[in-house]
């Protein structure tokens, strides 16, 4: 099932292909336009992020490959599990985050997706790529860490 985090939002899925694969340059808040079996499907826990990205179409946001399972109780009405979803943000963001991806080759891609005051709503991130070598990298920091923490909580 979903999660609390600190600040009292429930976490419903989060995409931690994008943190491996990318460094993070800025994170934006976006709420998200959903159906209503997608939200039903949603509080159930049933979405993946993975492979999921963000395209600006005319003045709009859209998060494309983000999937939402059908909802278990749906009828001929049930959602498209792969459809494009508008992304709800100010003019001002949205001109930023495209100046951005064309003109320093950036990417936007949603980092999670979690509840925050009964809507639904989507952490994305402008992201620029990792090569292979800077992911070996973080890979061996992470093992370090982990085995610092493990020798920390040994020896007590």
């Known amino acids: 099932m979903a999660a609390k985090t600190d600040s009292g939002e429930k976490l419903i899925a989060s995409n931690k292909k994008a943190l491996h694969d990318y460094f993070v340059v800025q994170k934006l808040e976006a709420g998200i336009a959903l159906t209503g079996t997608e939200v039903k499907s949603l509080r ?16 709009e946001a859209f998060l494309f490959g983000a999937h939402i399972s059908p909802y278990s109780h749906g009828n001929i009405q049930n959602h498209d599990p792969e459809r494009t979803r508008k992304l709800l943000l100010h003019r ?6 495209r100046v951005q991806t064309t003109e320093k080759g950036l990417s936007v891609v949603p980092l999670r997706l979690y509840f925050k005051g009964g809507k639904v709503k989507t952490e994305i991130a402008v992201v620029r790529g990792k090569k292979q070598y800077d992911k070996r990298e973080t890979e061996r920091k992470r093992e370090a860490d982990r085995e610092t923490a493990a020798a920390i909580k040994s020896g007590r």
């Open 92 to 97: 001002r963001e949205i001109d930023k985050l």
């Open 44 to 59: 159930a826990g049933k979405a993946n992020l993975k492979d999921s990205y963000v395209l600006f179409k005319g003045d």
